[in-house]
Every structure is written in C-alpha cells, then in structure tokens.
C-alpha cells in the first residue's frame, strides 16, 4: 500500500435556497416527492487533515475558537465536535478498515452554525471530501452528499433534509428533485451569463441577529406530515410548485415573477411551523420591503439566522445600507459555480527548491 499524502486540504461552498425548502425533508418527499432550487454563493466551508505521529487526534476550529486533543483510540468526545467525530469514525471505519489515524483536523466555516446557508453540511461535505482524497475512495459527487446525509442524519441523528449535502457537493445553480427510495437527481441550469449576472447583483443577505435551532422547526414540519396536517402539508405542497415556477422564471430572467414567487414561498413555509418567523424577523421584512426590496425572506428552516431580499441592482447600495441601519450585518451576494473539492497540500519539505530566477541587466 502507498504512503498516505500527509496533508489533504477540501473545501465545499454554502448555499442560498431560492424555492422549495422543506420539500427536501421525509416523509414528506417520500410520499410526495420534493423539489428544490438553490444556488451556491461565495462563502465555504474548509477542512484540512495533518497525519501526525503521536498516537493522538486533534481538531482545531477556526472559526469557533476550540481546539481539543484526544488519544487515537479514544472518540472525539467534546459534543460541539459531533460532526467531527460523525465524519472520522464513519471514514475510517468504511475505507481503512476501522484502523484509526492520528491526525490533525482543522476546520473553519464562513457562516455561523444555525445561519441557514448550509453550513454545518457544507463543513461534513468537505470533510468526508478530504477523507475520501486521503484514502483514494472512488466517490463522485453523489455519493459523498449521500454519505454527508448519512453522517448527519442517521449516524448521528440530526434533525434536516437533504438539499445541503447536494447543493455543497456539486455546486452551481441546480434544481434538485428528492424521490422515495432515497433517490436524489441534481438537474444543473443552464441560466444565461446575463441572467446570472443580473441575479447577483440583486441578491442581498443580512443576518436577523437572533440564533436558530432549526431542529424544532424541522421536527414540527415532519410530524405535520406524519399527522396528516392538511394546512402544513398543502403549505408543502406550494413550496413545491413554488420551485418548478422559480426554475421558468430563473431561466427566462423574469425578475419581477421571481419576486413573485419568493414573496408567495414567504408566506407559504411560515404555514409550516409557527416558529419558521418571528416579530423581529417580520421586522426586518418589513423594513426591507420599505427600502427597496422586492421580495425576501429567512434562508433555511427559519427561526434566524440569514436572509436574503431580491432588489433592483440599482437599489442594492439603498437597501444595504437601510438593513445595516437597523443593526443587521447585510451585504452582497457573490455566486459561486463550484462544489466541494479537496487536494494534496504541497509540501514544503519535500518540494524542489527554485531555482535563483534571473536578472536582467
């Protein structure tokens, strides 16, 4: 067997959901089947993995200042490392054999847990991508968000759909169809260079400044539809159809039907559950609508965390600074074409040193 590469580095980007979030969760896209349309933006999330050789496995994050250290045959038992801990053991079990490796983890995401872009499936998404790079498991796209789901939702039993491992593993703008059976199909758009121009420059985030704990609202929104909840399932049923009508209107650079229909979602997913908004959130709504914006609303399951508003490019400037105003850290979006990808450090001590370049006279 070949020496493993000692430093393996992955990233996979965070997303904005358009329509059809919610659909993507069981039973009700096994019962009904789900559709969704989101679109990766230029935020990510970044893993790297250090082989070491001190019989110890250690994770440095980033972003939430942690860094703990544990022998190679213990578990990683700090639970604010739960998806570190879901990743390593579900890898090395599934391709070394169960054999366990010392390492270093560092991670860091461009978004807060419970922001409502993907974050927290966005970081497994990198990690089993940078695992997958270190052992040489033949893993397309497909099968590292199908695993990514597993990790979070089976091995480690939290609560979620399943458009953020997809949506983090391919990247792009993609409308995305959940089939019972498990059966995903990622369908790529073709959106026009202008359209897609156009769409960036309109969007624009801001966080509401409350945190979420999207499980409880994802955990009503399941039991609704195991409860035969008319109200919450016909609610499904529009964030449905609400995406198949936001995937003409994309293609087509129909704006003003886009605003529609994002306004028409709004209101449909606070059908859902009672805690997807809140005063502060409407708020926020309201004050955005009143500065520009033609249509908004939380990403995500909802609760807190981001939003995001559609404007007229040349009120965007207006609107940021009205939302920043009103406390909110609000800002532009970027798009972002690419998923997950994961590659071999260069390593400094084995590289060739350059040679002296040279001077003109």
Not at 29 to 38: A, H, I, K, R
Request: neutral net charge.
């Amino acid at each position: 067997m070949s020496a493993l590469p000692r430093t393996i580095h992955a990233r996979a980007p965070l997303r904005l959901g358009l329509a059809g979030g919610g659909t993507d969760l069981s039973p009700f896209c096994d019962l009904y089947g789900g559709t969704v349309l989101n679109l990766t933006i230029g935020r990510s999330a970044f893993a790297a993995i250090e082989l070491r050789d001190d019989n110890r496995v250690e994770v440095v994050t980033g972003d939430l200042g942690i860094r703990e250290s544990f022998p190679v045959e213990a578990p990683i038992s700090d639970p604010r490392l739960a998806l570190h801990r879901g990743v390593y053991e579900r890898m090395i079990a599934e391709f070394n054999g169960g054999q366990r490796l010392a390492m270093t983890i560092h991670t860091n995401v461009g978004a807060p847990p419970g922001s409502g872009l993907g974050s927290s499936s966005a970081l497994v998404v990198a990690l089993v991508d940078a695992f997958r790079l270190l052992f040489g498991a033949p893993l397309g796209p497909y099968d590292i968000a199908h695993l990514a789901y597993e990790i979070e939702r089976i091995d480690l039993a939290q609560a979620g759909g399943k458009q953020d491992q997809y949506a983090a593993a391919f990247g792009g703008v993609n409308f995305i169809e959940f089939l019972a059976g498990d059966r995903v199909i990622v369908n790529p758009l073709r959106v026009a260079p202008a359209i897609r121009y156009e769409l960036e420059s309109r969007l624009v985030t801001c966080q509401s400044g409350v945190s979420r704990h999207s499980s409880a609202i994802i955990e009503r929104q399941t039991a609704s539809v195991k409860e035969a909840d008319c109200k919450a399932i016909d609610a499904m049923h529009r964030l449905k159809s609400d995406s198949i009508e936001m995937k003409r209107a994309l293609l087509m650079g129909d704006f003003g039907a886009m605003a529609e229909i994002l306004n028409h979602s709004w209101a449909a997913k606070k059908a859902t559950a009672a805690a997807v908004t809140s005063p502060h959130i409407d708020a926020i709504v309201e004050h955005a609508l009143a500065n520009g914006a033609e249509a908004g609303k939380i990403s995500g399951a909802g609760g807190g965390g981001f939003m995001f508003f559609l404007v007229a490019p040349t009120r965007r400037h207006q609107l940021i600074e009205a939302l920043r105003q009103k406390g909110t850290e609000a800002d532009a979006v970027v798009l972002s074409d690419t998923g997950c990808r994961a590659w071999v450090a260069p390593d400094h001590r084995t590289a060739p040193t350059p040679k002296t370049p040279l001077v003109a006279a």
